[in-house]
């Protein structure tokens, strides 16, 4: 037999692989619920259940090979089991594969085991940034996911919010930059080489820097540091990351543009700079890290509010389905004591029937006996009259004998038939009350071996005595006669 565990895996088998409503639906309870992010159903019949998963395997579009993790199984009562586990659908391409978390209530039945609640969580891939767009919001740096399709064709995917709460653009301002050109805040030249590095990235890391601009025209310099991802939807995704290199100031820009400077003074600035961008970038990478700390705590704490949430649900319609079980206990229990009261009173008036058929029949019996036994004592008589008077007179005598012999066969005639009647009557006795008797009490053990209750076995007590009773006459009259045939012999 199947573990809860089994079961529930084969019930997606037979879903997402085989796609096979009718031998899904006979994993599923004929009243249950289906709950995922979309929907949440209660399936009361049957054919709801087959239209239902119907049109669920139709939207898959595809087959999926299941595959399950992280199982884990929790006995709520006797007869039911809550299981849970991490599935991975995995269809012909395995980068297009998804990732749910599923739950099922699964409840002994009389065959096996059915799913009266199934729970689904929302589906995601590997490269769904929902996951982790808010990991990455909380980066106290620049980042962009971008989507390359070669020949200088860059698209961003999506970025945080450091950019436009930097640069000084309104929310509005930024947001229509952006569906103009996604890297409009950057000089044209470092356009080109992000496009020109990330529109077609091979597999190592790339560094550029490039200078952002403000609104207010004040240029902020950054080395992106950039690396290829996964491909999807035949676009090449990369992750982008800006560390802030500091304000360049109108002053050092025009310091900088002048090269007929002196080069020791030159050297000098670039020094300093230098030290001073060391000190930003470790101050940063300080943030970074503590930034990353936080988020992971944040994504820890949210995790275990979801699991709370989850199990609160489980152990609701956990009382729920022990509330259905116990009331279908109940009626299944009020419907066998009504069946057992019926039969017990049917078993009770027959065998009362029998009872009277039986005493009858035996006075009958009685009564032919009693009338033949008279008449041969009759005759008797008369024979031993005639010889003691017609002993003088032989041929008379002869006659009379003759006479009377033949009135003898006529009684033993008489006897034999009704010796007859008596044994075709025993015959009837043995077949149509005994045996009947005998099969009542050989089921009895039968349906006491099902468990039943006080009253129950009451009743089968009753049937039990009644029909004792029975082959105690059967056996009575059948032993009765016997001594009066050895009698008559």
């Known amino acids: 037999m199947q573990t809860p565990i089994e079961f529930a895996k084969n019930f997606l088998v037979q879903v997402y692989t085989k796609q096979d409503v009718t031998a899904a639906m006979a994993c599923l309870a004929p009243d249950m619920i289906w709950v995922t992010p979309e929907k949440s159903v209660h399936l009361k019949d049957q054919k709801e259940i087959y239209e239902f998963l119907k049109d ?21 009562a006797d007869t039911i089991r809550v299981v849970s ?16 978390r599923t739950s099922f209530v699964i409840r002994t039945a009389k065959d096996g085991y059915e799913i009266p609640f199934f729970h689904m969580s929302h589906r995601f891939s590997l490269s769904d940034p929902v996951p982790f767009r808010t990991f990455i919001e909380y980066i106290p740096e620049p980042v962009m996911v971008v989507r390359g399709h070669g020949a200088m064709d860059l698209r961003l995917a999506f970025q945080n919010s450091w950019f436009r709460n930097h640069l000084g653009y309104t929310e509005k301002e930024f947001d229509h930059d952006t569906r103009k050109d996604a890297f409009f805040m950057f000089r044209p030249a470092d356009r080109d080489a992000l496009r020109t590095a990330f529109s077609d990235p091979g597999t190592d890391a790339v560094s550029l820097r490039v200078c952002a601009k403000q609104k207010s025209g004040a240029d902020f310099a950054f ?9 999807e939807d035949e676009a090449k995704i990369s992750y982008l990351v800006f560390h802030e290199l500091g304000t360049v100031l109108a002053e050092e820009q025009a310091a900088v543009e002048q090269a007929v ?29 503590a930034a990353v700390e936080q988020a992971k705590t944040e994504a820890a704490e949210r995790l275990d509010r979801v699991r709370e949430d989850s199990a609160s649900r489980i152990a609701m319609e956990r009382s729920k389905a022990d509330k259905i079980a116990a009331a279908a206990k109940k009626e299944q229990e009020r419907r066998l004591s009504e069946q057992a009261a019926s039969f017990a009173t049917e078993r009770e008036q027959k065998a009362e029937a029998a009872e009277a058929a039986l005493r009858a029949a035996k006075e009958k019996a009685d009564r032919e006996y009693a009338r033949l ?6 005759a008797v008589r008369r024979l031993t009259r005639e010889r003691d008077t017609l002993s003088g007179k032989q041929e008379e005598a002869e006659a009379t004998i003759v006479s009377l012999q ?8 008489e006897a034999r038939k009704a010796e007859e009647g008596r044994r075709e009557f025993l015959v009837r006795m043995q077949g149509d009350l005994r045996r009947p008797s005998e099969a009542v009490l050989s089921l009895l053990p ?29 056996d009575s009259l059948l032993h009765a006669a016997q001594l009066d045939n050895h009698e008559r012999k």
């Open 406 to 413: 033949r009135q003898v066969k006529a009684s033993e005639e």
């Open 85 to 100: 586990f991490d599935v991975s659908l995995v269809p012909v391409d395995p980068k297009w594969t998804q990732y749910v």
């Open 223 to 231: 080395e992106v540091t950039g690396q290829y991802a996964f491909e």
């Open 373 to 378: 036994k008279a008449e041969r004592d009759g």
């Open 56 to 76: 669920e395997i139709q939207s898959a579009g595809q087959k999926y090979y299941v595959d399950v993790s992280n199982m884990m199984s929790d006995p709520s």
């Open 261 to 289: 400077r002196p080069l020791q003074e030159t050297i000098r600035e670039l020094t300093e700079q230098a030290d001073t961008l060391r000190q930003k970038v470790a101050a940063a990478e300080d943030e970074r890290k």
């Open 446 to 474: 039968q349906i006491e071996a099902g468990g039943l209750d006080d009253g129950q076995q009451d009743a089968v007590e009753k049937i039990r005595e009644a029909a004792g009773i029975m082959l105690g006459m059967v």
